[in-house]
Nanobody, 115 residues
Framework: QVQLVESGGGLVQTGGSLKLSCAAS????????MAWFRQPPGKEREFVGG????????FYQDSVKGRFTFSRDNAKNTVYLQMNSLKPEDTAVYYC????????WGRGTSVTVSS
């Protein structure tokens, strides 16, 4: 069964940057759109945005537009989330999933933005 593994989280100061990765164990999702979600502490999981199979189309939640950028490398079975100008409200566990079916999820990677 294909697995998704997120990595790259950590502690960063307000205004800082992080780049998250989501690696698939095989090429199952190379022809699939992928999405990122996040779950802030004590809150429900929320949609961040996603990227189509080719990487040519992306879509973002309004709160991250202009600060977050999705990309992918299908040769490496990996999608990326570049996060810039981070804010404390971006603190969350970040997950990737295949989209729109969302039947595979990673375990997430934690991002903490200190003020």
């Amino acid at each position: 069964q294909v697995q998704l593994v997120e990595s790259g989280g950590g502690l960063v100061q307000t205004g800082g940057s992080l780049k998250l990765s989501c690696a698939a164990s095989d090429s199952t999702f190379s022809s699939s759109a992928m999405a990122w979600f996040r779950q802030p502490p004590g809150k429900e999981r929320e949609f961040v945005g996603g990227i189509d199979w080719s990487g040519s189309k992306t879509f973002y939640q309004d709160s991250v537009k202009g600060r977050f950028t999705f990309s992918r490398d299908n040769a490496k079975n990996t999608v990326y989330l570049q996060m810039n100008s981070l804010k404390p409200e971006d603190t969350a566990v970040y997950y990737c999933t295949n989209y729109p079916s969302m039947d595979y999820w990673g375990r997430g990677t934690s991002v903490t933005v200190s003020s």
